[in-house]
């Protein structure tokens, strides 16, 4: 989509249409006062306070018949600055703009700006022209506390988007009818695959039993992968003591995205948001050689990170998830051949899963933030110069993101392109010469003395929760055959004399999951029952198959019917699940 918050003229053309929509409301409905309307990326929406009406969708049309109306009239918009008293006097009668003013610094320039009978306050910038205002929309609306406190009195926003031209708009709204199909919460609801619940809390997804097969299969995929790179699989708790996070660091520069600490008898505990300390304990249970280095831990891992409850979203930002972590111990010069190894299981990753459209950022910190990063300037130089060093040597192409590190090191983050909405980060590998200090990690080198390791942090899913909201996007929720909860689907075309050899087919597949069919509905009923469970294979069986001793079936998005004998069947599922199809 568009970049309206980052394209100047587009920024202006919906700055002006949010107040465009709130002449429109004021007409309307005389009595309305308004918050704020800010350009969003998605356009812009504007907080009204109407009283005791409240928007339905019937409003909608009528708020834009009128918005096209005033544009059509062509009034010039007019900036002016005022005065504190000026501006105290002119919105004297309006509690918003009152409270807008009086936060405002006191040197900072006062402004509004005028279209025909409509005067709002604003900083602009506008264009010249309510005639400018041609091809928009008013996307949804919604309920949003003033302030965004739930204390105060609920204001009702209304959401729009305004483009230079009709084909622009045209695309734009294509482009979220397609998200909207794409939406992983509505594809996780359909297809039964993840719920939320108030009493759970928000950001504390539960995964259904379709939803459980799927992060099953994915363990399953990335353990093999990680077990024949001799990765080392651990259990860890979910919980550690203040003191863990303090000695890390992370309760020092993590603190505001944990859950409160817990007192617990004598110990004051925390909900842990990262894995990191644990497996720095796992490293320093047994003392190692040279030799033994590197030494790959992976866990899959759940963690506790607190979002602010507008900012979670199904299970692309939760505040309980599970990573696909792992830290890799290492000696300085293993450092490169380490890296790479991770890098090429990101990309071996990607490929079996399609994904095509990515860039690796390479993130460092920012120099002047002493609070966000620590202090040790030595230490970030080496690491960020080895970084550097290790993807130019293997030719990998990034750009430098500053102030995008984590507090104890640079990383490489890959940035996926989704079908639809703005970049998400699945991958990320970090180098870390800090915790490893932190925690007092050693290793025995050949002249039998002590040496630091260093830590690689990675994770090729990132949480599995983000990557499975990831794929389902991708796919519509039409996943490959061997991630599908239910892989086949069997329908006989009448359960008194084809049920009893649709049984014995589903019997034969045992080791795949199957599901028969056996409801006394119509044969199109059932085929377009599976079509909306986006279930990757059908079989169809009727008479014609009962005497033949074979099956035909449909593949998911094809009409096409293939009638096949059983083995041969067996044979096509095989290479479709080696392959990952």
């Not at 007019?78 to 610094?105: C, G, H, Q, T």
């Not at 799927?214 to 259990?235: A, T």
């Not at 859950?259 to 990191?276: A, G, I, T």
Request: proline share 4%.
């Amino acid at each position: 989509m568009k970049e309206i918050l980052h394209d100047e003229r587009l920024n202006k053309l919906n700055h002006s249409c949010a107040h465009l929509l709130a002449q429109a409301v004021k007409h309307l409905y005389p009595e309305a006062k308004f918050w704020v309307g800010p350009v969003i990326e998605e356009g812009f929406y504007y907080d009204i306070d109407l009283g005791d009406k409240v928007i339905t969708e019937e409003d909608i049309p009528l708020i834009e018949k009128e918005m096209k109306k005033i544009a059509k009239d062509g009034k010039r918009i007019v900036r002016r600055e005022l005065s504190l008293e000026e501006a105290l006097e002119m919105f004297k009668d309006d509690p918003y703009k009152l409270d807008l003013i009086n936060r405002m610094e006191k040197d900072a320039v006062i402004s509004c700006y005028t279209q025909g009978d409509f005067t709002d306050l604003c900083r602009g910038p506008h264009v010249d022209t309510v005639k400018e205002l041609k091809y928009f929309k008013l996307i949804k609306f919604s309920g949003a506390y003033f302030k965004g406190d739930a204390k105060n009195k609920m204001l009702q926003r209304i959401y729009g988007v305004c483009f230079d031209n009709e084909e622009d708009l045209l695309e734009y709204l294509h482009e979220l009818e397609e998200a909207k199909l794409r939406d992983h919460r509505k594809i996780g609801k359909d297809l039964s695959i993840f719920m939320t619940h108030d009493l759970v809390g928000k950001g504390m997804p539960l995964w259904l039993p379709n939803g459980a097969i799927i992060r099953k299969q994915l363990e399953n995929y990335i353990y093999e992968k990680e077990q024949n790179l001799g990765y080392k699989h651990v259990y860890t708790p979910c919980v550690g003591t203040v003191d863990l996070y303090k000695t890390s660091g992370h309760w020092d520069h993590y603190k505001e995205n944990m859950f409160p600490s817990m007192q617990v008898d004598e110990e004051s505990f925390v909900l842990r948001p990262m894995n990191c300390p644990h497996h720095m304990l796992v490293y320093a249970n047994d003392l190692h050689s040279y030799r033994d280095l590197p030494i790959r831990i992976g866990e899959f891992a759940t963690d506790f990170r607190y979002e602010a409850s507008g900012a979670v979203k199904g299970l692309e930002r939760v505040r309980c998830m599970c990573q696909n972590d792992a830290h890799l111990f290492v000696r300085p010069d293993q450092i490169g051949e380490e890296f790479k190894k991770v890098v090429e299981l990101i990309l071996d990753v990607y490929k079996d899963f399609g994904i095509k459209n990515y860039k690796f950022r390479l993130s460092l910190r920012d120099k002047e933030d002493k609070e966000k990063y620590f202090d040790d300037d030595k230490m970030w130089n080496e690491a960020e110069d080895k970084l550097r060093e290790v993807l130019n040597d293997f030719g990998i192409d990034y750009y430098e993101a500053i102030g995008e590190a984590a507090f104890y090191g640079p990383k490489l983050d890959v940035e996926v392109k989704p079908a639809v909405g703005p970049e998400v980060t699945l991958s990320t590998c970090q180098l870390d010469f800090l915790l490893p200090r932190r925690f007092e990690l050693f290793y025995i080198d050949k002249d039998r003395n002590k040496q630091t390791p260093v830590v690689i942090h990675r994770a090729i899913f990132g949480t599995f929760d983000r990557f499975t909201a990831f794929i389902l996007e991708e796919t519509k929720g039409a996943l490959p055959l061997w991630l599908s909860p239910t892989q086949i689907s069997i329908i006989p075309v009448n359960n008194e004399y084809h049920l009893e050899y649709a049984e014995s087919i589903a019997s034969s597949l045992k080791d795949y999951r199957v599901e028969v069919d056996r409801r006394s509905e119509k044969l199109g009923y059932k085929l377009r029952e599976s079509v909306t469970r986006k279930i990757p294979i059908t079989l169809i069986i009727g008479q014609k198959e009962v005497d033949n001793n074979n099956v035909s079936y449909r593949e998911y998005g094809s009409e096409e019917t293939i009638t096949v004998s059983l083995e041969e069947f067996k044979k096509i599922l095989q290479e479709k699940i080696a392959n990952r199809k």
